[in-house]
């Protein structure tokens, strides 16, 4: 069966777009979906490590192990390898439709709460120099966010 690409993107790759590859992948294993997801940042800071140690406890709390991820960045051949890139916030939506080859690459991108807010272009706010009210609110939206997407695979698991 084909597999539907998604691509998550944030600036650093170690709080946000590694918490929805891993909250997806976490679904993805349980449901058995037919999707395949990865996650990547903007900028290069970070290449290499694995996601910011806040944001790897405040996921085990809610039982989403994303230890192993390693952060990358985004490459222009992604624009091709993905079916959709989803984006946190304003910064990333604009970086990329800069970066993007065509019109129809930029067409892949939308920000990833516009599945459980359409159109809004709602951002999903940076932890980094937060506390850790703000990481486990950054969980409760992307996962909020990973629900929808779960159920356009898999209808009803979240009602
Ligand atoms: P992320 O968070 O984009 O959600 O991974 C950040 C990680 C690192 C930095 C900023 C945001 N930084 O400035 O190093």
């Not at 997801?37 to 039982?63: C, F, M, Q």
């Not at 230890?67 to 970086?95: C, T």
């Not at 991108?109 to 950054?138: A, H, I, Q, S, W």
Request: hydrophobic letters at 35%; aromatic letters at 12%; glycine letters at 4%.
């Amino acid at each position: 069966m084909k597999k539907d690409k998604l691509l998550f993107v944030c600036l650093g790759n170690i709080c946000r777009s590694p918490l929805a590859e891993g909250i997806m992948l976490h679904y993805i294993n349980k449901h058995k979906l037919p999707i395949e997801v990865d996650s990547a940042a903007i900028a290069p800071y970070h290449i290499g490590e694995h996601p910011d140690p806040r944001t790897i406890k405040n996921a085990l709390k809610h039982g989403i192990d994303i230890r192993p991820l390693v952060a990358r960045q985004f490459q222009i051949s992604d624009f091709n390898h993905f079916d959709k890139i989803y984006v946190m916030d304003n910064s990333h939506y604009y970086h990329l439709e800069k970066l993007a080859p065509t019109k129809d690459d930029f067409k892949k991108v939308d920000y990833l709460m516009n599945l459980v807010f359409p159109n809004e272009n709602r951002e999903v706010p940076d932890p980094y120099y937060g506390t850790e009210k703000d990481f486990e609110e950054v969980f409760q939206m992307i996962h909020t966010a990973c629900q929808k997407l779960v159920n356009q695979y898999a209808e009803n698991i979240f009602v």
